[in-house]
């Protein structure tokens, strides 16, 4: 896989992170996964995706200037 296909692999993964992440602050709607009760607001789930999301904009932003790049 080339390097722009990595870069864009991970800020495409970044942004559904980030999706998801907005997804579980809406209250009021049903969020799968959870062990309490699914239609309140999730912190812990919404704080774990977007931790997910800027470690995929930290790794793109290495793989953007890995020397493999040039």
């Not at 809406?26 to 912190?43: A, D, L, W």
């Not at 919404?46 to 930290?58: D, E, G, P, R």
Request: hydrophobic share 55%.
């Amino acid at each position: 896989m080339s390097v722009t296909a990595r870069f864009w692999l991970l800020i495409v993964g970044a942004v559904v992170c980030a999706g998801v992440a907005i997804y579980y602050l809406i209250p009021g709607i049903y969020h799968p996964f959870t062990f309490s009760p699914p239609n309140e607001v999730h912190h812990t789930h919404a704080l774990a995706f977007f931790a997910l999301a800027v470690v995929a904009l930290l790794a793109a932003r290495f793989v953007r200037s890995s020397p493999r790049a040039q």
